[in-house]
T-cell receptor, first 113, second 115 residues
Framework: EAQVTQNPRYLITVTGKKLTVTCSQN?????MSWYRQDPGLGLRQIYY???????DKGDVPEGYKVSRKEKRNFPLILESPSPNQTSLYFC????????????FGAGTRLSVL | AQSVAQPEDQVNVAEGNPLTVKCTYS??????LFWYVQYPNRGLQFLLK??????LVKGSYGFEAEFNKSQTSFHLKKPSALVSDSALYFC?????????????FGRGTQLTVWP
């Protein structure tokens, strides 16, 4: 089954404790992206990757890191999480950018205390 | 700057009535335009997109959207709403002339269809 898998689905952590949210897709897509969803703000793009070893900033990259060492995986790293990073995070992938539709993971709800 | 506006946070309609969810955009070039839907506790799902050609685009679940270049709008429509259409709807835009992969989403519109 074609899918985008995020883990964990729920995470509660404390300020400053490094964490990684994993994202994996099995569709051989070149384009992958991370978004955060906040009430009243919609989805905002954090980082995206056009291909392996190619990443770029979205709207709200501060406090986040990503890597794309292989095509299927695109982890989101929070080196020192802060309470303002409490949010719902989505990973998405598409064959390419352009007019291609994105497939979304089920989401990761992160709470930073 | 690229942006997407969904002027209504909420749209309420009675089942069987037509519905419209509005979207306007601002991009420097010609856009690719998308609608996505989010059901509770789920990720977003693709509904439809505009690439080129006919301004009226048909998508999943009986939804359609009309591209209006002069008004820079891409409103989502359905002739007869169902209670099961109740969800959060997002409009998104990408500049086709850009080599970047940025995709811009609106804030979302909560659609409620009551029986």
């Amino acid at each position: 089954e074609a899918q985008v898998t995020q883990n964990p689905r729920y995470l509660i952590t404390v300020t400053g404790k490094k964490l990684t949210v994993t994202c994996s897709q099995n569709m051989n897509h070149e384009y992958m992206s991370w978004y955060r969803q906040d009430p009243g703000l919609g989805l905002r793009q954090i980082y995206y990757s056009m291909n392996v070893e190619v990443t770029d900033k979205g709207d709200v990259p501060e406090g986040y890191k990503v890597s794309r060492k292989e095509k299927r995986n695109f982890p989101l790293i929070l080196e020192s999480p802060s309470p303002n990073q409490t949010s719902l995070y989505f990973c998405a992938s598409s064959l390419l950018a352009g007019e291609n539709i994105q497939y979304f993971g089920a989401g990761t709800r992160l709470s930073v205390l | 700057a690229q942006s997407v506006a969904q002027p209504e946070d909420q749209v309420n309609v009675a089942e069987g009535n037509p519905l419209t969810v509005k979207c306007t955009y601002s991009v420097s070039g010609n856009p690719y335009l998308f609608w996505y839907v989010q059901y509770p506790n789920r990720g977003l799902q693709f509904l439809l997109k505009y690439i080129t050609g006919d301004n009226l685009v048909k998508g999943s679940y009986g939804f359609e959207a009309e591209f209006n270049k002069s008004q820079t709008s891409f409103h989502l429509k359905k002739p007869s709403a169902l209670v099961s259409d109740s969800a959060l709807y997002f409009c998104a835009v990408r500049d086709r002339g850009s080599t970047l992969g940025r995709l811009y989403f609106g804030r979302g519109t909560q659609l409620t269809v009551w029986p």
